[in-house]
């Protein structure tokens, strides 16, 4: 069983800063992309950026600038640093990753999500 589990969501005022944390844990023989997707109400999910298992990073245009992914590898973990947040901003916020769990053949992966975490900013 593969999970990922985000944290560090919540209500902001415009111009503060958050931080997210998305761990994966269970049977993991490695990880490719990590990424964060957002959610506004009424809106599709979107991407907000990626990061690869090299530390190449791919970013929205909306958020250039403005947010940072990062991960740590010996953690399973990736993180997006968000600063200056908009009302805009304001989304449930999801982490994804491309897992290939353990017993699988090379070269497969799976892509996992986890619950959301709600990322609220009051204007």
């Known amino acids: 069983q593969v999970q990922l589990v985000e944290s560090g969501g919540g209500l902001v005022q415009a111009g503060q800063s958050l931080r997210l944390s998305c761990v994966a844990s269970g049977s993991i023989f490695s990880i490719n992309t990590m990424g964060w997707y957002r959610q506004a109400p009424g809106k599709q999910r979107e991407l907000v950026a990626s990061?690869?298992?090299?530390?190449?990073?791919n970013y929205a245009d909306s958020v250039k600038g403005q947010f940072t992914i990062s991960r740590d590898n010996a953690k399973n973990t990736v993180y997006l640093q968000m600063n200056n947040l908009r009302p805009e901003d304001t989304a449930v916020y999801y982490c994804?990753?491309?897992?290939?769990?353990?017993?699988?053949?090379?070269?497969?992966?799976?892509?996992?999500w986890g619950q959301g975490t709600q990322v609220t900013v009051s204007s």
């Open positions: 990061i690869t298992n090299k530390g190449n990073t």
């Open positions: 994804s990753a491309a897992i290939r769990p353990t017993g699988w053949m090379i070269g497969t992966f799976k892509t996992y």
